[in-house]
């Protein structure tokens, strides 16, 4: 069964400074990753996804995740945070076959000023 | 183009009632999921319909039911309602065009709050 793991559950950074948001996936094959974001009171926004090629993915709002097969991670890196980016940020897998996502139990991110 | 929209915002319900919520999926896409997120078992998938058959079904009792229609708006149903189904229920659509993999963006609306009393 596939799994996706964000060992992080806060994260607190200040405005300006680096971000990295860590997942790790248990899948079978060659998995289908993707970073969603959520705001209070809001739906999930699509960030970036991976399914193959580049390892190195380019997302919305300057977010990009490196897919490392070796270490069956899945990161997501921002070179600097706003105070816009505080939100829930979930890693998730997709399935094989049909649209059936299993995500990650997601980071909160806190931006101090 | 719209988003995915789901109706109502904001549900209240007691135990034993049963609740019938909407998604529209933006137009054109033909494959519409549901989640429910909780705060204690996160987001979890509940079932996935693409032209009005239901393609995927995750772990969850057989009181959350769901169809959809010839236009692809989906409903799901939640029977006899325990306190445990307070969540906040997402639903997503995408395309459905890619030969059923997850290569197939999906794209979520704003959810349904239900409050169980």
């Known amino acids: 069964a596939q799994s996706v793991t964000q060992p992080d559950i806060h994260i607190t950074v200040s405005e300006g400074a680096s971000l990295e948001l860590r997942c790790n996936y248990s899948y079978g094959a060659t998995p289908y990753l993707f970073w969603y974001v959520q705001s209070p009171g809001q739906g999930l926004q699509l960030l970036l996804k991976y399914f193959s090629g580049d390892t190195l993915v380019q997302g919305i709002k300057g977010f990009e995740a490196e897919f490392k097969r070796s270490q069956s991670s899945f990161n997501l890196r921002k070179p600097s945070v706003h105070w816009s980016d505080a939100a829930e940020y979930f890693c998730?897998?997709?399935?094989?076959?049909?649209?059936?996502?299993?995500f990650g139990g997601g980071t909160r991110l806190m931006v101090k000023p | 183009k719209a988003g995915v929209t789901q109706t109502p915002r904001y549900l209240i319900k007691t135990r034993g009632q049963q609740v019938t919520l909407s998604c529209s999926p933006i137009s054109g896409h033909r494959s519409v999921s549901w989640y429910q997120q909780t705060p204690g078992q996160g987001l979890q998938f509940l079932f996935e319909?693409?032209?009005?058959?239901?393609?995927n079904k995750g772990n969850f009792p057989g009181r959350f039911s769901g169809r959809q229609f010839s236009n692809s708006r989906s409903e799901m149903n939640v029977s006899t309602l325990e306190l445990g189904d307070s969540a906040l229920y997402l639903c997503?659509?995408?395309?459905?065009?890619?030969?059923?993999?997850?290569?197939?963006?999906?794209?979520f609306g704003p959810g349904t709050r239900l409050t169980v009393l």
């Open positions: 319909y693409f032209s009005e058959t239901q393609r």
């Open positions: 998730a897998v997709g399935a094989w076959a049909g649209n059936m996502l299993t």
């Open positions: 997503a659509s995408s395309s459905g065009t890619s030969g059923g993999t997850s290569t197939d963006t999906q794209y």
